[in-house]
């Protein structure tokens, strides 16, 4: 398992996005703090040409749990509005149970490597890691990691 709690995780912005408003959103919950740099990695850039990536940076946002139903609830009042979640590894239960609040705006609960069995109708596990010895990267794989850009489209791509 990867140590995500790095201090230098905690620099920068708490929550950055990409993309044209009121599109489809995806949004990612890091509990790794990636795109510390005011944009979201360049792995997803690619997307923002047709959807919102909204990218929330755990380590640099404390109360991400409130900052996770404030954005939930932007979209409420948006019929239009097909909102995606993305998470990782250690937070993944805690997202599924701040979901379960918001399940009527949510279609679908992404994991990579997730530390809980799923057993939610809106959640599914696009990526999975197996503790190999020849893996480079020890679970759980990072969100900007190009098989977890490839797995979310095509759950996306699924759900359409």
Do not use: C, Y
């Not at 997730?114 to 057993?119: A, F, G, H, T």
């Amino acid at each position: 398992m990867r140590d995500l709690n790095q201090p230098a995780r905690a620099t920068g912005p708490g929550v950055v996005a990409d993309g044209p408003a009121g599109s489809a959103t995806v949004l990612v919950i890091d509990p790794a703090g990636e795109a510390s740099h005011d944009e979201i990695p360049a792995t997803w850039r690619e997307l923002t040409d047709r959807m919102r990536v909204v990218w929330l940076r755990v380590p640099a946002a404390p109360e991400w749990k409130s900052t996770v139903d404030r954005v939930l609830s932007m979209h409420r009042d948006d019929p239009r509005t097909v909102l995606d979640v993305v998470t990782s590894g250690p937070i993944a239960a805690e997202v599924i149970d701040l979901v379960r609040h918001h399940e009527d705006l949510v279609r679908s609960v992404l994991l990579v490597d997730p530390e809980v069995e799923v057993d939610e109708p809106f959640a599914q596990v696009v990526v999975r890691t197996h503790d190999a010895p020849d893996d480079r990267i020890p679970a759980p794989l990072p969100l900007g990691h190009p098989d977890v850009v490839f797995g979310v489209v095509k759950a996306l791509n699924e759900l359409s």
